[in-house]
């Protein structure tokens, strides 16, 4: 849908009605190298990244890893895909300048960055919460979760998270909102301003991220408690607890990046179009730059933070059993003493010796007989 509106008997595109390139180029805040160095940094380390999943997934017999793995590939392919389409229009802009009012005469190009703007900024958020929510299923319920959680479903969810996501970019396409260019030029966004329907869009973008934020701290925490309150119960050491450990450090340091990340721009969003102020492109500018920053970070989690890496980092610490709370005896008491005093009784859908049920729980997982 293209929309246009007419000012001294010209029609002008509606992508072009506030920002009207050509811009005067400033070199302070545009640079070629700058933007290839960043989407190149960013494609290298995401595909890395790919390979390392790709061959954990195949050495995997875990399905509770193998499903958190999906999730993990589907964050890499979307972050990868993020940089490479919105990354190779940025850079040829700086290398060409080519004039977008000549080039997009019908703003099919603006809106298609703008989409992928936004699709590529929600689906790592979105993403997020989902892992969250399969992490919270995973370690608090698990049999519910033996039953219900697999491959094919972990597939399937992310394919939703897309589709949702899909479904939010297009709403300024079909009226609500509209995608706008933005100094210096390079770029294409969805209007921040008090209208109606830019004010609607731009709450449904920030408050769906935020919401998203919100649902992995809470669920995220709930379960590295439950967590940790399983490792420091007394018969801790004989259940190999390690590659929950390593799940979770991994989706943690996904949550805490995406908020850095993330919270400056949609928090700038909600208060710039609730209070009404013009929009400070400077700002807005620094704050997107934040955001695509996540989607460079997001790969360094899974290379660093896995066994095989903090192994030849610590390789005296026993990495195979629940070691890693017993090198600190004080730490590990007094966590005993907050989760039970936080938790109150076991977790459900434990049996009697905390080791979870259900089909997939390894051999190491359950307690030993009592003659062994």
């Known amino acids: 849908m293209t929309r246009s509106v007419s000012t001294n008997n010209e029609t002008t595109p509606i992508c072009f009605s506030i920002n009207n390139p050509p811009f005067s180029y400033n070199h302070t805040i545009a640079s070629a190298y700058f933007s290839a160095v960043f989407s190149g940094l960013g494609l290298s380390s995401n595909l890395f990244a790919f390979i390392v999943l790709v061959k954990a997934y195949q050495r995997t017999q875990s399905r509770s890893r193998s499903s958190f793995l999906t999730f993990l590939c589907g964050l890499v392919v979307t972050d990868f895909m993020g940089l490479l389409v919105t990354g190779s229009i940025v850079v040829s802009f700086h290398v060409t300048h080519f004039n977008w009012r000549e080039l997009d005469p019908y703003c099919h190009l603006c809106n298609f960055m703008g989409m992928s703007m936004v699709f590529y900024g929600l689906c790592p958020l979105l993403l997020g919460a989902a892992m969250a929510v399969e992490r919270f299923v995973g370690i608090n319920r698990p049999f519910a979760r033996s039953a219900n959680m697999s491959k094919s479903r972990a597939l399937s969810t992310v394919l939703m998270v897309w589709v949702v996501a899909g479904c939010i970019s297009l709403l300024p396409v079909m009226g609500l909102g509209s995608y706008h260019m933005q100094k210096p030029g390079s770029w294409c966004f969805f209007n921040i301003g008090s209208k109606p329907l830019d004010l609607t869009f731009s709450l449904i973008f920030s408050l769906v991220g935020l919401l998203s934020l919100a649902i992995s701290f809470i669920l995220n925490t709930v379960s590295v408690v439950t967590l940790l309150r399983v490792c420091c119960s007394q018969d801790?050491?004989?259940?190999?607890?390690?590659?929950?450990?390593?799940?979770?450090?991994?989706?943690?340091?996904?949550?805490?990046?995406?908020?850095?990340c993330w919270c400056p721009l949609l928090v700038f969003i909600s208060e710039t179009v609730l209070s009404g102020s013009t929009l400070q492109i400077r700002y807005l500018l620094l704050w997107i730059r934040f955001a695509t920053w996540n989607q460079i970070l997001d790969p360094w989690v899974y290379i660093l933070f896995r066994r095989s890496v903090l192994k030849r980092i610590y390789p005296r610490m026993d990495w195979s059993r629940g070691s890693i709370m017993t090198l600190y005896p004080s730490f590990t008491a007094s966590m005993r003493r907050l989760t039970r005093s936080s938790l109150g009784g076991r977790v459900s859908d434990m049996d009697d010796k905390g080791a979870p049920r259900g089909e997939d729980t390894p051999t190491s997982l359950k307690p030993l007989p009592p003659n062994s």
Do not use: C, F, K, P
């Open 236 to 260: 801790g050491r004989t259940r190999r607890r390690d590659y929950e450990v390593e799940m979770m450090v991994q989706l943690i340091w996904i949550m805490i990046i995406a908020s850095i």
